[in-house]
C-alpha cells in the first residue's frame, strides 16, 4: 500500500460494563497496548524509530495516533500483505507476534478487539474474537554470512559473545570462544568489523538465530586510487590484443550475436 504520514492503532473493551479509553483503562492493559504499538512499529529491523514518532491519545475506545510514518518502507509493505492468510509468515517477525498476542487477548476476552485505521478512519485490519490468523512453521536452515556493522561488546566471563550492531541499528549477538578473541591482536571495540559468521536463518522471514563466529574478515571500505589505478592498468594489458569486443565476444558465443 501506499506510505501515509499517520496511522490509528486502538483497542476497544470493557471494563465493568464502561468501554476503556484515555479515562478509563486498567494500568496494565495502558502498559501492554503502548509495549506492542511500539513493537510493531519499529519491527525486527528498526523500520521505525519511536524516538522520532509523535503520538497523541484520542478518545473513541483507546486510541493511539502516531505520525510521521512516510519513510518506513517495510512498515507500509507488510501492511499491504496484511490481509493475505498467510500474514504471519509474509510480514516482519516482530510485528507477527504483536497480531499473535492481540489474537490471544481477543480470544481470552471476546469484548476485546484491536483496529488499525488510516488517517480518514478506513480500517486496513481488525484483530478480534473471529480472526483466524495463523503462521507456517519456521524453516531454518544453516547457512554462512558476512556481516558488517559496528562491535559495540565482546568478551565476558563465562560467555565469549561479540555483540554486532548492524548498519540498519539492528543488534546480533554472535557466540565465539575465549580462545579466538585471545588470538586476535587488534583492538575491534566501537569500530567497524566485517564477521565470517554460521547461522540458522529463517526461509520465511530472513531472521537469523544461533549466530557462531568463524573468522574477522577485512575489511576496507575506502577507496583506494593506486589500487584502483593498477587494475585499470592490468585491464587494459590483458585486452590490449582486443580490437572488437563485440566481435570477440561472438566468437566466443559460437558466432552467435
Not at 518506513?72 to 498467510?86: G, M, V
Not at 559495540?152 to 543488534?171: P, R
Amino acid at each position: 500500500m501506499d506510505p501515509i504520514d499517520q496511522i490509528r492503532f486502538s483497542v476497544h473493551d470493557s471494563i465493568n460494563n464502561v468501554e476503556v479509553g484515555p479515562k478509563h483503562v486498567s494500568l496494565a492493559l495502558l502498559g501492554e497496548f503502548q509495549r506492542d504499538v511500539t513493537d510493531f512499529l519499529k519491527g525486527a529491523t528498526r523500520d521505525v524509530d519511536p524516538l522520532q514518532v509523535q503520538i497523541s491519545i484520542e478518545t473513541g475506545s483507546l486510541v493511539f495516533v502516531a505520525s510521521g510514518l512516510l519513510s518506513a518502507t517495510t512498515l507500509w509493505a507488510d501492511l499491504a500483505h496484511i490481509a493475505s492468510p498467510d500474514a504471519l509468515t509474509l510480514i516482519d517477525s516482530k510485528r507477527a507476534n504483536v497480531l499473535e498476542r492481540w489474537q490471544a487477548a481477543a480470544r481470552e476476552k471476546p469484548n476485546r478487539s484491536y483496529t488499525l485505521t488510516d488517517k480518514a478512519g478506513r480500517a486496513l485490519f481488525v484483530v478480534d474474537a473471529r480472526s483466524t490468523l495463523t503462521k507456517v512453521d519456521d524453516v531454518w536452515v544453516q547457512v554462512e554470512k558476512y556481516l558488517h556493522g559496528k562491535i559495540i561488546d565482546m568478551g565476558g566471563k563465562t560467555k565469549a559473545n561479540v555483540h554486532l550492531e548492524l548498519e540498519n541499528g539492528q543488534a546480533l549477538t554472535v557466540s565465539s570462544s575465549h580462545d579466538v578473541l585471545a588470538r586476535d591482536e587488534r583492538n575491534r571495540l566501537y569500530r567497524p568489523a566485517l564477521l565470517h559468521v554460521a547461522a540458522e536463518e529463517n526461509l520465511h522471514t530472513g531472521e537469523l538465530r544461533n549466530l557462531r563466529l568463524l573468522a574477522f574478515e577485512t575489511h576496507q571500505p575506502s577507496y583506494d586510487d593506486e589500487e584502483f589505478r593498477l587494475m585499470v592498468e592490468r585491464g587494459t594489458k590483458a585486452w590490449e590484443d582486443v580490437v572488437s569486443a563485440t566481435e570477440w565476444t561472438d566468437a566466443l558465443r559460437g558466432g552467435q550475436a
